[in-house]
């Protein structure tokens, strides 16, 4: 299936700004995000669609994926 | 009216209250520039050094202002900058919240930080700076951490709670307090040249929502450290909803978040309310992500 990921902030360092990638059906955001070389406690906002998703959300064909880092300085 | 009043009537200047005669009238009656101040807003008289606000703030918002408190918890980074903007603005009663001391790494960004003030209590020099700049201005200073269990002491009587602290299992622990106890809350973050910023409501779950995926720890701040700059910027949007916040006007960040990218210059704002969409506010090359329904 075809998954399109955006990345934001630190998140396309070395990386990219948005791409489309094929995945395995069934495939859910922690796959995709530790295939990226990412780790779950980077992770902050999660998106499907542009809905609040979780690591554990499982992608259908088509679906976008946005991941921003968890920012939490002050 | 009373002789405090006709003295400080007799001596405007442009309709105005010149500052040193706020002073003097403290000294004649005994009182004090807050204590003038009040009276002065209350009877329709704006202070002089809030005329560059008049014609966005009116003199009866200007006296909201004053009689409001807001609690600035954390005064580093973004607290140095929140308390700055807070007390120029002319809100009547500061709380600042912080435990700790100034330490050579707070030099880079924290506006109350300077040699002369290492290992002093970042919550005095806060004291020291509105004391300086606005001296109507009731400034509190708690040298204590915020948690839960301090909370209600902390929080008693406040109008705003801004967030300002540094670690997301306290500002959990702050969204979960200024729920309990109804009172709005103004969040904001930052992370090198990343930053972001929501206005929570009571009732509303925003603070929650952002860190929902939070397993344990800092986030990228961790590694990235902050810059002078990324602070003042998300500080004063915080400020602005506080402004906002307490005059009951303009659009509110509220159920949204917008995220700053300084290095991309990108402003993303996240929607809370389902269904969440990012929209691109700016600056950005990417098509816009809409929700799905």
Same mark, same amino acid.
């Given at each position: ?44 906002? @999660? ?23 968890? @920012?939490?300085?002050? | ?16 209250? /010149? ?121 509190? /200073? ?59 409501? /009571? ?84 098509? /816009? ?5």
């Amino acid at each position: 299936m075809q998954i399109t990921l955006k990345l934001f902030a630190t998140f396309r360092n070395g990386r990219f700004k948005a791409a489309e990638e094929e995945f395995p059906v069934g495939t859910d955001c922690r796959t995709i995000v530790l295939g990226l070389k990412l780790t779950e406690e980077e992770i902050g906002i @999660v998106l499907v669609n542009g809905r609040h998703g979780t690591l554990d959300s499982i992608l259908q064909d088509g679906d976008t994926l946005s991941l921003f880092p968890l @920012v939490g300085g002050g | 009216m009373s002789e405090l009043l006709a003295f400080i009537s007799h001596q405007l200047k442009d309709g105005l209250l /010149p500052w040193s005669v706020q002073v003097a009238a403290a000294v004649r009656f005994k009182s004090t520039p807050a204590a003038i101040e009040g009276l002065a807003l209350g009877n329709g008289i704006l202070p002089a050094r809030y005329q560059r606000n008049r014609n966005m703030i009116s003199v009866a918002e200007q006296q909201q202002l004053f009689q409001s408190r807001i609690a600035v918890i954390g005064c580093g980074g973004l607290g140095g900058y929140i308390i700055e903007e807070l007390a120029r603005l002319g809100v009547g009663e500061i709380i600042a919240i912080d435990p700790d001391i100034f330490e050579e790494h707070n030099l880079n960004r924290q506006l109350l930080a300077a040699p002369c003030s290492l290992g002093r209590a970042k919550v005095e020099a806060a004291q020291a700076r509105v004391n300086e700049i606005n001296p109507a201005v009731m400034i509190t /200073p708690i040298k204590e951490a915020f948690c839960t269990a301090n909370s209600r002491v902390l929080l008693e009587g406040v109008t705003v709670a801004v967030d300002a602290l540094d670690s997301i299992s306290y500002r959990l622990e702050l969204a979960a307090a200024c729920t309990e106890i109804q009172i709005p809350m103004v969040h904001g973050a930052i992370a090198g040249w990343y930053g972001h910023v929501a206005t929570q409501l /009571p009732g509303d779950r925003t603070v929650q929502e952002i860190y929902r995926n939070w397993v344990a720890g800092k986030g990228i701040e961790k590694d990235l450290g902050n810059p002078a700059f990324t602070p003042a910027v998300i500080a004063s949007l915080q400020v602005a909803e506080v402004c906002k916040i307490v005059l009951g006007k303009g659009e509110l960040l509220r159920q949204r978040k917008v995220s700053i990218d300084l290095l991309a210059m990108e402003f993303h704002e996240i929607l809370f309310n389902a269904p969440a969409e990012v929209i691109y506010l700016q600056g950005c090359d990417l098509e /816009p992500v809409r929700a799905a329904g």
